[in-house]
């Protein structure tokens, strides 16, 4: 395949690890020992176009001028790369430390800005770099590498049509806090990650709620039985019976004890009068229990319908609210580069979307307290419920003691003309006797109430706590199920897009081979995901490939990821090479799209015609 031409380094100045020069063909060749610097040119070229450089403090890219700086020379206070091209355009880039050690980025104040040639793209000028992040890491790396090479003209309506309807509103929310530039292929990766991980958090917020009755009371003594609640409810209305008899017993005998006082014949009538009253009103107030009965469960009802009928809030978003945070440093900074990614979208796109974001985060706020004060109106309507059963039992006991004392009256009315006259020490006797008796049955009475209340609240707290986790556990697991279904849905779609990602992808590398070689790319071996490359035969891909076949499938790789013009530099990585296959591999690298810098710790036997061989041991880096 033809390719276009670009213009190359030609010179390299640099205060990096040393001070020094280099001059480069466009192809060339840097021989030295271990040790010997070989790295620092390369560090050089990729700081003066990129501004980062690889294989710092052990990571395989740093752009952090904080780390950067490390590379000046002596620990000095300036790191600085400058790259001369062919063409007489100019890269270079320069990172200063003041004294008192604060890094001064490029651009920034007290530094100079970034000298860009035009038509170079820093993303793009080291295309073997970027294939190779992307191909020899993690399956899932190589795929979203090759939906970013490949997949050309997808758009999110594209993409949408995949996914059922009834996902749609789900997947909107979860890539709602991409940046606009991010490609619909990488929303969808997005998507697809944090659906998988909505599904397992629902899950395990499923498995916590079932537990929750047991946590929620952990400070409760074990819910009461039904039985023991019967039967503290027995014995409270037996004491209430026994309460009301006692009293009328004691004041039977207080009106014993003076015969000559006897209760007169009118205060008797009076009484019994008033015992038939006190029925009707207790009568009444029976009537009037069961009617706050009926309404406190129609409202019961109503509140649980309400409950049902309200729209499940979604579920916490901590990527949003951090999101959320991240943006509010931005606004607050006036800051117009994105400190996650690098992009600089600028202020007023951090504003919008601050806004935009903090809407959606308040919305689901309020639908959760929404759904948070229906739930309590049910437990409150609940709680009325039992209040009322408990005020018609207690009413029913007025009934009954109000029938009791009517009769009580009756027979002090039918037999007061004939009381018979008793001794009146025996009298005060039966008299100071019933007080005891009514005063044991006061204590019986209120031990009982306070027995049947303690159940009665305890019951309800259990109560409460299991309705609490069961309402949980049940919109666990519908959202549980609803990201299940659209991480099935994400990786559907992203199967079939990378099925059309690798087949577009081998075509463009096979444009940049010979005829005779097939090039094949893998992501699967059976049931296993793996991410291989090499070159067909009989049908079988080998990824054991000779150094000359090595070189040509590498030349291929960066040619057909290589920006369609200007500036394009290839490095291959280092291989421990014997000098017949260093110069094979040399002779390869002739056809690569872009100049081709290599490093080796041995001499190739023959030096191909159009490479140009610095040998540090003998050439070393100028010093300045």
């Known amino acids: 395949m033809p390719h276009v031409a670009r213009p190359h380094v030609t010179h390299i100045e640099a205060e990096l690890k040393v001070r020094g020069a280099y001059e480069l063909d466009r192809h060339t060749l840097i021989v030295g020992r271990t040790g010997s610097g070989k790295s620092t040119l390369i560090n050089a070229l990729e700081f003066a176009l990129t501004g980062a450089a690889s294989d710092i403090a052990g990571r395989a890219l740093v752009k952090d001028e904080g780390v950067l700086i490390r590379l000046a020379p002596n620990g000095g206070p300036r790191l600085f790369a400058k790259a001369t091209f062919s063409d007489g355009g100019v890269a270079s880039r320069e990172i200063v430390r003041t004294a008192t050690g604060k890094v001064k980025k490029p651009g920034s104040k007290g530094a100079p800005a970034p000298v860009i040639p035009p038509g170079m793209d820093p993303d793009k000028v080291f295309p073997l770099r970027d ?64 659906a998988k991980a909505r599904a397992a958090a629902s899950s395990k917020e499923s498995e916590v709620a079932s537990k929750l009755g047991v946590t929620a009371a952990a400070g409760l003594p074990p819910p009461p039985l039904d039985k023991d609640v019967e039967a503290a409810r027995a014995e409270a209305n037996a004491a209430k019976i026994a309460l009301f008899k006692a009293d009328e017993d004691f004041t039977k005998a207080e009106a014993a004890v003076a015969p000559g006082a006897a209760v007169p014949r009118a205060e008797i009538e009076h009484q019994y009068a008033s015992a038939q009253q006190r029925l009707a009103n207790a009568t009444a107030a029976r009537e009037a229990c069961v009617a706050r009965f009926l309404a406190a469960s129609t409202a019961h009802d109503e509140a649980k319908a309400a409950y049902a009928a309200a729209p499940a809030p979604a579920a916490n978003d901590t990527n949003r609210a951090a999101a959320a945070q991240t943006l509010r440093w931005h606004v607050k900074e006036a800051a117009d580069e994105c400190l996650v990614c690098g992009t600089a979208p600028g202020a007023a796109a951090f504003e919008a979307r601050l806004v935009m974001l903090e809407q959606a985060i308040a919305g689901r706020e309020a639908a959760a307290r929404l759904h948070r004060e229906l739930g309590d109106a049910v437990v409150r309507a609940n709680a009325s419920v039992e209040a009322a059963q408990r005020e018609g039992q207690a009413a029913r006991v007025g009934l ?16 007061t003309a004939a009381a018979p006259t008793a001794d009146p020490a025996t009298l005060m006797l039966a008299a100071v006797k019933a007080g005891d008796a009514c005063d044991a049955a006061k204590l019986r009475d209120d031990a009982a109430a306070a027995a049947l209340r303690e159940l009665e609240d305890r019951r309800l707290q259990w109560a409460t706590a299991s309705k609490a986790s069961t309402t949980v556990a049940r919109q666990s697991d519908i959202e549980g199920a609803a990201y299940e279904a659209l991480t099935k849905s994400c990786n559907t779609v992203v199967e079939q897009l990378v099925v059309a990602a690798v087949r577009d992808f081998e075509k463009k590398v096979q444009l940049n081979l010979p005829p005779e070689y097939q090039f094949g790319l893998r992501l699967r071996d059976g049931e296993t995901e793996v991410a291989q490359y090499g070159i067909m035969r009989h049908g079988f891909l080998n990824t054991a490939m000779s150094g000359g076949e090595w070189a040509m499938v590498i030349s291929a790789l960066a040619s057909a990821c290589a920006p369609k013009s200007g500036p394009c530099l290839i490095i291959p990585p280092d291989r421990a090479l014997d000098p017949i296959t260093l110069s094979a591999i040399m002779q390869a690298f002739l056809n690569a799209d872009g100049q081709v810098i290599m490093t080796s710790t041995v001499m190739p036997s023959h030096i191909p015609l159009g490479w140009t061989v610095i040998n540090r041991e003998s050439a070393p880096m100028i010093a300045a």
């Open 131 to 194: 294939v190779l992040e992307g191909l020899t890491g993690a399956p899932a790396t190589a795929r979203r590498f090759l939906l970013s090479q490949t997949v050309d003209g997808v758009t999110m309506d594209d993409i949408l049509r995949l996914i059922p309807t009834e996902q749609h509103a789900r997947f909107k929310e979860l890539h709602s806090d991409q940046l606009v530039t991010a490609s619909p292929t990488d929303k969808l990766l997005a998507v697809l990650e944090r």
């Open 400 to 415: 009954d003691q109000a029938t009791a004392a009517l009769e009580a009256a009756k027979k002090l009315y039918d037999a």
